[in-house]
Each structure stands twice: as structure tokens, then as C-alpha cells.
């Protein structure tokens, strides 16, 4: 499984952007895939997860009502559409997922074995 994050770039508070992450790979359309980031000198942080059919698992508080998260199936493709962004959503952003789980999400980090590269994303106030 092979995932690639994508869309990251340098918005100014209240703005808009859209992250990719792109997957391929044996058995990748069964496995639900989450989002999550980590801003320099803190702990990488949940911020939601998909299932295969789109059934949103959760959105860490942080996010909620701001972050959408969708999946293209047919693109490969989830995406998180990050609106009203604040300067403290100033991070690296990383898709993941866990091979052996299915359609499982969960909101901690190290419980995720296979991660795309990160994505930057920059939001100046």
C-alpha cells in the first residue's frame, strides 16, 4: 500500500485548501484511511479518518465544523477540505493508514504502520 499526500501550500487565516491523499496498492480500497499532522515541538495529532464507504469515524475537537474529510473511491483518492484556517493549523499533514485493520480508524498516530509523505501547510495570520 502506497499512499501520497498532496495540496499543502501557504494560505492566509480564514482561507481554504484542500489536501489529497492518493492510494494505490493491493487491498488499498478496503482500507480506511486518516488524516493527521504535527506542528514542529508537538506530538503528531488526529485529525479524522474515513472508512472505505465514507463513514466518517471522528474529528478531533481542533477541526470540528472547519475540516471535511471525503473519499473518491473511484479517484483513489481522500481528500480534506480545511476551511476557516487559524495560524495554529500551521503543520505538516500526513495521510496514513494501518494494513491489517480494514475499515478501522482510530484517532492515535502510532497505531498507523504505512504514512504518505507530509504535505505543508502554512496559514499566516
Known amino acids: 500500500v502506497q499512499l501520497q499526500a498532496s495540496g499543502g501550500g501557504l494560505v492566509q487565516a480564514g482561507g481554504s485548501l484542500r489536501l489529497s491523499c492518493e492510494f494505490s496498492?493491493?487491498?488499498?480500497?478496503?482500507?480506511?484511511i486518516g488524516w493527521f499532522r504535527q506542528a514542529p515541538g508537538k506530538e503528531r495529532e488526529g485529525l479524522s479518518c474515513?472508512?472505505?464507504?465514507?463513514?466518517?469515524?471522528y474529528y478531533a475537537d481542533s477541526v470540528k465544523g472547519r475540516f471535511t474529510i471525503h473519499r473518491d473511491n473511484a479517484k483513489k483518492t481522500v481528500f480534506l477540505q480545511m476551511n476557516r484556517l487559524k495560524p495554529e493549523d500551521t503543520a505538516v499533514y500526513h495521510c496514513?493508514?494501518?494494513?491489517?485493520?480494514?475499515?478501522?480508524?482510530?484517532?492515535?498516530?502510532?497505531?498507523?504502520?504505512?504514512w504518505g509523505q507530509g504535505t505543508q501547510v502554512t496559514v499566516s495570520s
Open positions: 496514513a493508514t494501518n494494513r491489517f485493520w480494514g475499515t478501522r480508524c482510530s484517532p492515535r498516530y502510532y497505531e498507523y504502520d504505512t
Open positions: 474515513v472508512s472505505t464507504t465514507n463513514d466518517k469515524s
Open positions: 496498492g493491493s487491498s488499498s480500497d478496503s482500507l480506511a
